[in-house]
Each structure stands twice: as structure tokens, then as C-alpha cells.
């Protein structure tokens, strides 16, 4: 089966915490290598080759119809707009299904086009017709999760996961069955698949920050540190996995490095704005030092950070208390 990425991890932190718009980048970072390789091959192969695709319902013909062949065409073309014009590959694979409605590949990324449209709906409905197609894949189910896990609606979402993982363990599954047993607050059933997780992934920053996540929660402050460390790669482009660690520092009594990181950090990308308020945060309650965090609060604010009405108040706070 030709698929231009299998949806990953239900979420780098419980879905909880994060917004649609950090879960559609999450899912195009995880999907964009593969979606890389899956265009080379189409480069080889010529726009429409039906080897490697998969059609429902008969025996494919030795020789290509007029239909499947501009499926195909459409396909590729779909593939090739999934990042840079997402609604535009969405008319493109239902141009395709139209043509050839038993191309699996079609609906499977189509089904993840919508996801990264915010479209559950839309997304889950095209799973589900794969499904009831016959395609019960680790990728289907895991995909079908999400979007129930997207919702909120953890009862569908640990059902998919679960039986996912039960097709075949993949770190994916073990992570987002885990994430399900974190948001319950069952701790141990979750840290039991996170560990899983490593053991087939061991390098894996998804799997060492959601462990992380968990080890702070339960004040295993050493192991958590150490466990987070790993996540720098993810630092550039997951905010929270970055303030994470610096959390994981604090906690840690490591303060001053922590400090050290952030105005490294901010030097280096002076444009990520929440960084001054998180700067201004430690100097407050960790230093105590009100000069540092006024300054860098109002910075904060003349950047125009999201929260700026409330940190105004705080900054009053600060400046009537001394």
C-alpha cells in the first residue's frame, strides 16, 4: 500500500494541553519524510503505474483502464498538495475515488488530509469507510483514534488504540495507548507502555518527553531531567518541550542553567515571543529578583504576547510590592 505518512503519536503532551493548530504541525513534521520518499518513488514509477497500489473489490486487469490511470494522475497530485494547499488535495483524492472508488490509498490520505484540516469528522469518515473496506491496518486504527482522542473522546480512542497495538506494536500505538491511561490518572499502567515504547524506540524524543512529562508529574525529578535532556531536538519547534525541560531543571535546583538556556534561546530566535514571559516567570519566582522580571515582562508586552492584559496585572503586583 502506497500511503503518504501514518499519523504518529496522538500528541507530544496529553492532548489536553495542546491546540489544533499544534497538533496539525505535529502531524505534518511526522509525516513529511515519508511523504518525501513516497514522491521519489513516484518520480521512478511514472504518474500512473498502478504498481504497489491497492484496489478494493477484484483482481486488478493486466490492463490499466482510462479510469485508474487519472486516479493515479489525481493521487499524485493530491499527494503533491497535502502540505502546500491541503483543501486543493482534498477535491484532488476525491477526483480520484470518483475514478477509482476501491483506491484504498486515496481515502487512507485523504482521511489524513483532513486531519490536518481539523476536519475529525471528515477524517474519521473516510478511516472508517477503509476499515469497513478491509484495510484493518496498526495505521488505520492508530489514525482513528486520533481523531476521537482530538475530540476528547477517550472510550472511542482507547478502543482504536488498543487495537492497533494489538495488530502490532508500533512506538506510535504504545505511546498513545499510554497518553490515554495518563489523562485517566492511571500512572503506572501508563509509564508501563511508555516504557514498552522505548524499548522498541529507545531514541525516540516523543517517547522520552511524554516519559518525562509523567516522571515530573510523579516527582521523580532526577529520571525526569534525565529523560528530557533527550528532547532537544524537538526544542525549535515544540515550545512546551522546551519549557518542559526547564521545568525539569527547576525542579532539579538547576535554575541558573535553566536561565542560561533561555536567553541563549531567545538570542537565538528573538521572535518567539512566550520566551520573555517564561524568562520574566523564573527570574520572579526562582531569583527574586523583581528588576530582571519587570523588564523582561514589559518586553513581553510591548511584543504584543497573547496574555499581555494579564501580565499587566502582575506586573502591578510586582512594582506595589516593592
Known amino acids: 500500500m502506497v500511503l503518504a505518512a501514518a499519523y504518529g503519536c496522538a500528541s507530544v503532551e496529553p492532548a ?36 504497489g497500489f491497492t484496489f478494493e473489490g477484484s483482481v486488478k486487469p493486466s490492463a ?14 493530491g499527494l503533491e498538495l497535502m502540505y502546500s494547499n491541503p483543501e486543493d488535495a482534498v477535491k484532488q483524492f476525491n477526483l480520484a475515488l470518483m475514478n477509482a472508488p476501491g483506491l484504498i490509498e486515496a481515502r487512507y490520505n485523504l482521511a489524513l488530509t483532513y486531519y490536518l484540516l481539523d476536519d475529525m469528522t471528515g477524517a474519521r469518515t473516510e478511516l472508517l469507510k477503509a476499515i469497513k473496506a478491509g484495510i484493518k491496518s496498526t495505521d488505520v486504527y492508530n489514525a482513528l483514534g486520533k481523531t476521537y482522542f482530538g475530540e476528547g473522546n477517550l472510550k472511542e480512542a482507547a478502543k482504536a488504540f488498543s487495537y492497533a497495538n494489538s495488530i502490532e506494536e508500533q512506538p506510535s500505538t504504545l ?9 485517566k490518572g492511571m500512572r503506572d499502567k501508563a509509564m508501563d507502555y511508555y516504557k514498552r515504547a522505548s524499548v522498541l524506540d529507545p531514541d525516540n524524543p516523543y517517547v522520552d518527553f511524554n516519559t518525562g512529562v509523567l516522571m515530573l508529574e510523579t516527582g521523580n525529578y532526577e529520571e525526569a531531567l534525565e529523560r528530557l535532556s533527550r528532547t532537544e531536538k524537538l526544542w525549535q519547534t515544540h515550545p512546551r518541550a ?52 519587570l523588564s523582561y515582562y514589559k518586553k513581553y508586552v510591548s511584543l504584543g504576547g497573547e496574555d499581555s492584559e494579564e501580565v499587566r496585572l502582575w506586573m502591578e503586583l510586582i512594582e506595589k510590592g516593592r
Open 16 to 51: 489536553a494541553d495542546k491546540s489544533p493548530a499544534e497538533l496539525r504541525e505535529e502531524a505534518r513534521e511526522l509525516a513529511e519524510l515519508k511523504a518525501k520518499r513516497i514522491r521519489a518513488a513516484f518520480a521512478k514509477k511514472g504518474p500512473s503505474s498502478e504498481e
Open 64 to 77: 490499466y483502464t482510462t479510469e485508474r490511470k487519472r486516479a493515479l494522475r489525481q493521487f499524485r497530485a
Open 175 to 183: 505511546v498513545n495507548n499510554a497518553l490515554i491511561y495518563q489523562v
Open 242 to 293: 522546551f519549557s518542559t525541560y526547564v521545568k525539569a531543571l527547576c525542579a532539579n535546583g538547576k535554575v541558573d542553567e535553566a536561565i542560561g538556556l533561555y536567553l541563549e534561546l531567545v538570542e537565538q530566535r528573538p521572535e518567539l515571543v512566550y520566551l520573555y514571559k517564561d524568562i520574566a516567570i523564573l527570574y520572579e519566582l526562582y531569583k527574586r529578583n523583581t528588576e530582571k522580571a
